[in-house]
């Protein structure tokens, strides 16, 4: 069946970047989404790419896709106190309905 | 503005007891879904509907019935509520062939 796995724990330094890593076992999604949740509050749709895409870059964040592989990243560049948060990967099933993976907490230090 | 509300927020209540937890979003939005968040395993789908009168189950809906009798709401209901439902519950919904989910803000069940 359909899966996302991502690893659930990331700590970066204040200005580092942060790659957050996913991979997806169903080929026929046509989107892939990274969602952002806060603490205490429902999740975000922070950014996404369409699967014949290969790179889409808004402001700090990059995402990359490598459809051979079925993995995709998020790089986060000049990471601040405010990206702390946990990181969902999401792939597109049927009619919206997503398939999530089990979140990357990202903590950011001084 | 449009949005979409959980309710309650928090919940107690003991094992057996039957339990409703609400959503009602004010976008029209014909998708709208319930998840499931628990530690390590993310958000899991418990059920979905496509518009009003249609219902499908996601991958962990036994112990779970939902019935969509207008486009804003998706009422929730645990039968006989089971310490194992004691869980995070998000409520989503989506403009039909859109890939953004618009989420509630949770409601915190706990089964005693």
């Known amino acids: 069946g359909e899966d996302v796995e991502q690893s659930l724990f990331l700590s970066v330094r204040e200005g580092d970047s942060s790659v957050i890593n996913c991979t997806y076992t169903d080929s026929s999604s046509t989107y892939l989404y990274w969602y952002k949740q806060e603490p205490g509050a429902g999740l975000q749709l922070l950014t996404y790419?369409?699967?014949?895409?290969d790179m889409k870059q808004d402001q700090r964040l990059t995402v990359l896709l490598n459809k051979k592989d079925k993995h995709l990243s998020l790089r986060i560049a000049d990471t601040q106190t405010g990206d702390s948060a946990i990181y969902f990967c999401?792939?597109?099933?049927?009619?919206?309905?997503?398939?999530f993976g089990a979140g990357t907490r990202l903590a950011v230090h001084p | 503005d449009a949005e979409i509300t959980q309710s309650p927020r928090h919940k107690i209540t003991e094992t057996g007891r039957q339990v409703t937890l609400a959503c009602h979003q004010t976008w029209n939005h014909n998708n709208m879904f319930w998840y499931r968040q628990d530690l390590g395993h993310g958000l899991r789908l418990i059920h979905y509907s496509y518009g009003v009168q249609d219902t499908n189950k996601g991958e962990v809906s036994d112990g779970y019935s939902v019935s969509r009798s207008n486009t804003e709401d998706l009422p929730l209901t645990l039968e006989s509520a089971a310490s194992s439902q004691t869980s995070v519950y998000f409520c989503?919904?989506?403009?039909?062939?859109?890939?953004?989910?618009?989420f509630g803000e949770g409601s915190r069940l706990t089964v005693l």
């Open positions: 989503a919904s989506s403009v039909q062939g859109a890939g953004e989910l618009f």
């Open positions: 999401a792939e597109g099933g049927g009619y919206n309905k997503l398939i």
């Open positions: 790419i369409f699967s014949n895409m």
